[in-house]
């Protein structure tokens, strides 16, 4: 009889617990989820702490939203099957500079989200400042949730009255943060007491963007009444000296209803919510801990984990949401063989020509930016970077320069704005895009004051290069870095490299060995061409004497202002720099081994070609590994055109990049090909080998290196512990 009453007890448990319905189903926008689905649940996600909860997650492809424009409703299929999606503002890479084509795919983006919303899904918008100076991610974001009566305020938020610091660690060094106990009674802040957020998000950007809201919404976290918004400039400094547009008590937190879904904005940085929590090597002080010494908590997280389950809510009840199922997670089954045979190389073919470094009338030159136009456009060029030197330019002058440039440039032809500048070591400069800004006379870094520009020279270049959003720079002549005893490995991160420069008709500097050293920097830079003009005169001198060549217009435009890194734009660009000889293709198959070699025959195979010409005969062809030496040699032999195709092997790090000579001596250079190889560890016994470390950067500069690394060594552990 009791076995029986229990059987029927076990069949009734079970039954409920059959009847429960799932637990509700976050989605993680991730620019290729699918790849990384994996690593997100094992090892680097927030999926651990969901679970916890009572609450399951999976990754949502942000691709729709970052590079190709969805077809419509296809974002709101891939969104509707999840009950609630967390969409976390990018501090970096969102949009560079919005074009037609960022607004186009945003306004796509835009209506298949507020379709998903208003047809009940919830909404999480984590809002982050950007980092980057001349960044426009604010104006995409903006636009994007325009019809939710949210935005940035390009603001930053703090208390000076309610702060704490945190002590150092071994990894971290003191972060400060201010404190707010203004929480408003709501399901979304049940047991949350109060908040600890950081000053800073990447020092100097502001760790609260201060959010406009409209009446729709109801503010459930604010800072307390002595809290303000502070003014943040051009560089994204936040600036506590100089107060904004929200007085007291400015929102953190708020809540709205979106047709029948839900939505919940919280500013505060990634690193400090999602990214980080239950990293043992970071300081918890947002997510949990807060005050750990004097037993004051912050309940950042738990009113995030509120949150998605209140967003999460009315997609519940609603058929058709969150049909996303959690499959389990299979061994990553690598290809038996891979035939690099098969993909073809493309065709020889000859691009556009440039010239870097006209200077106008605003400066020592003569003629305006209209008149070079016009010459460069007779000379058979389709882009001129002006250079104009910046003690001889005023603000105004600059500003005119870059109208100007605008005005002249178009589909057919492209003028980019510049500068010349010399540093503080007597170092001369060129730098250029459409984001280069006039330099302040001096900047504020931790309680002190430094001067950056002088009237005559840039005294802090990494400043100003910040300022100028990262833009194109390179030294015109190394032989001035050599002679003030600085070496190039100290070189600000970001650069660009003159193989020749000229001033006019004259060589005044051959940086064709600095650009092969370089190249060991695994910096992903690339090379320019450098001549002088004072005149349009000059231009067609210019264009037989040292040009850049590129694909096409757009390719020429993208890459000129391109910011940070600009390896990838570079090849895309079939960029080189000539004196004379063309290099019509310089092509790779398998620059990147993406199977390991243990399990896929082939995988370590790569294949190279290149196509040069000369009307006065192709002399040699070398191929430079870095400067570590010489790979390849092909003689010429006088010939018009020379082809060849020859093959390397993934065993290494390899730079690889072609010095071309025709029979009068003159040079090409090209970009680069690097070849990576990928680190891979062995898988954990039952779980999936990946292709790539499991170990994701949890954290943004100087902390990213630390926390990689702690996620390495905890494999490394479970490896040896034989688990």
Known sequence: MKIGISCLLFLWALAAHASEPPPPMIGFLQAEAERYEAEWRLYTGYYKTLAKNGLQGALLDSRPLYRNAPASGQFYEQLKAFHAVVLVALEEGACTRMTD????????ARADLERYVREGGGLFLLMQAVRYPGDEDEKFYNLLLENFGCRMLHEGVFDK????????????RPMDFFVTANIKTHPTTEGVRRLYLPR????PNPGVEALGLDANWQTVVAGEPAAKSYFVGHENELNLEREASQTSAPPIAAVRAFGKGRVFIYSAPNKHVFLNCGNRQWPQITESDGDKENSKPSDSNKLVINALRWIAEPAMSTEGFGTRKLAPIQPVKFEASVDWDKPPFGKGRDGIRGIVGAHTSFSDGRGTVADYAAAARA?????VVFTDPL????PEKLAKLKSNCAAASGDAFYACPGVEFTDNLSVRWATWGEGVVWPEDSFESNGRRYPCWDGKRILARGRYETSCGFAANGIIDYRELRAANAHPANLWWFYRI???AYDGGKLIADNVSEYFYA???LRWMSVDAFTRIRSPEEVAAAAKTCVSVMRDVKSARELLNSRCGSYHLSLAANHYVTQGPKILQWECRNSQMENPWQKTRGAQRVRLKFEVASDDGIAEVKVHDADYGIVRRYAGGGAATLAREFEMVQDKQHWLALEVTDTKGR???SRNYGLFLQVRLPPLRGQPEHPRLGAALLASGSQRNAVAGENLRKRLRLHRAGH
Do not use: K, M, W
């Open 519 to 521: 190249l060991r920097d």
């Open 379 to 383: 000379a058979g060029l389709s882009f």
């Open 498 to 500: 003159f193989p020749f």
């Open 161 to 172: 009255t309610n702060t704490f610091t945190a002590p150092a660690t071994l990894v971290f």
């Open 667 to 669: 040079r090409a250079i």
């Open 200 to 203: 800073y998000a990447c020092q």
């Open 101 to 108: 084509a960022h607004r186009q795919r945003c306004l796509a």
């Open 391 to 394: 003690e001889q330019l005023t």
